[in-house]
């Protein structure tokens, strides 16, 4: 049996790189190969499957027995301006899902969903086009509440499930070992940066001295430029410090969280990876401009664990440092990781069930959605037309 399993494991971003290795870890003994598809194709990591492009998969006609969409913020049909995806920066992230999707129809395979994220309310086409692809799941979940309610106001169509890298330490078994290197990791990302960047080494240089803990840059997603953020950080740092701007394996970067006393960091699966190993974690994002964070911490019942700026990173560790039992100290309660694990748990074993019982019958409905191309092309045009029209023209796309 063959599974095809889509996302963007090509882009050297840690996040997106776990999928993989989740994928292959829970449903690798079930089927004979995993076949990785992603946009341009290739191995960003060296200890993550290579994937085919998309092109070359739909070329190669390749027989498969299951599909699955692995995870990640990628549930939309936007045009993407990462440089990896040039050549196909308009299909990218259409051909994860609707692409996934057709992949699934013309097999008569199984289409199973895997608690991706939908970043944004979709439009008329968009809408559509997705509402039909998760109709058509035999097992369909989202990652979080918002991703459930920018699909769809019937919650029946999908389960929310945590994202599944909170089982990474279960995936990564004895390769990864919890330590304790007196460090703390961090992360920075430059959409929640200051534009200046030596007052951020100057915080981080106060933070290290008041914890009496080393820092570790760590360039979590390179293909975002985080490598040149994190060398440049360092270059204003005065205290003693480590950098690993463009780690090669997912595993290294996993063991610096893993071994570290403490993670700050932008990065959603870097603070997963922390709850994962037991590691004390803080997120500095601007939750308004990303639902994922605040997601991810309603359910581990953790939402203080977010800081929306760097300028506030230092007052809000330090008071907790010293407010120990206090109810000011946001480190007073531990994470709902188990629950989470629990729920993720009995997720996969849903999808082995379904994976494992009879074949599912695909419907009709699902050979007429439009290859990415034209999800992208014509959602572009549609989803600007309001009202009776645009509902109109867009069953008329359906349709054909």
Request: hydrophobic share 40%; with cysteine.
């Amino acid at each position: 049996m063959i599974l095809a399993s889509f996302g963007t494991f090509d882009v050297k971003n840690y996040g997106d790189s776990l999928f993989p290795i989740i994928v292959d870890h829970e449903l690798g003994p079930i089927f004979t190969e995993v076949i990785h598809v992603s946009p341009v194709g290739g191995q960003a990591y060296k200890d993550v499957p290579p994937s085919v492009s998309v092109k070359q998969f739909r070329d190669e006609q390749r027989k498969v027995d299951a599909v699955i969409v692995a995870g990640g913020n990628i549930l939309h049909a936007r045009r993407t301006p990462l440089p990896d995806y040039k050549s196909v920066h308009r299909t990218a992230y259409a051909s994860l899902w609707a692409g996934a999707a057709k992949v699934a129809a013309q097999n008569n395979a199984p289409l199973i969903i895997n608690s991706p994220g939908i970043p944004k309310q979709t439009g008329l086409l968009t809408g559509s086009i997705m509402q039909m692809v998760f109709r058509q799941a035999q097992y369909a979940s989202v990652r979080d509440n918002q991703s459930l309610q920018n699909l769809s106001d019937n919650r029946s169509m999908a389960r929310v499930v945590p994202d599944t890298a909170l089982l990474l330490r279960d995936a990564l078994g004895s390769k990864v070992q919890k330590g304790n290197t007196r460090e703390i990791a961090v992360h920075v990302n430059d959409r929640y940066a200051s534009s200046d960047l030596a007052q951020i080494a100057s915080t981080l240089d106060k933070l290290s001295d008041a914890l009496e803990l080393r820092v570790h840059l760590i360039g979590i997603g390179a293909c975002h430029g985080d490598n040149h953020l994190a060398e440049s950080i360092s270059s204003h740092m005065t205290t003693d410090h480590s950098v690993t701007a463009d780690p090669e394996t997912v595993t290294e970067v996993a063991q610096i969280i893993a071994s570290a006393s403490l993670y700050v960091g932008s990065s959603l699966h870097g603070f997963i990876t922390a709850c994962s190993y037991g590691v004390p974690a803080i997120i500095v994002a601007d939750d308004s401009q990303q639902h994922k964070f605040d997601g991810l911490l309603g359910q581990l019942f953790a939402r203080r664990r977010i800081i929306p700026s760097w300028d506030l990173v230092l007052e809000e560790v330090i008071s907790s440092s010293k407010a120990a039992e206090q109810e000011s100290n946001i480190f007073k309660n531990s994470v709902n990781i188990e629950g989470c694990r629990t729920n993720i748990r009995e997720h996969w074993q849903s999808i082995t069930s379904v994976l494992s019982g009879p074949s599912a019958v695909t419907s009709d409905a699902i050979r007429y959605i439009p290859y990415p191309s034209r999800v992208v092309a014509a959602s572009n045009i549609m989803e600007q037309i309001p009202g009776r029209v645009g509902a109109r023209v867009r069953r008329i796309e359906i349709k054909r």
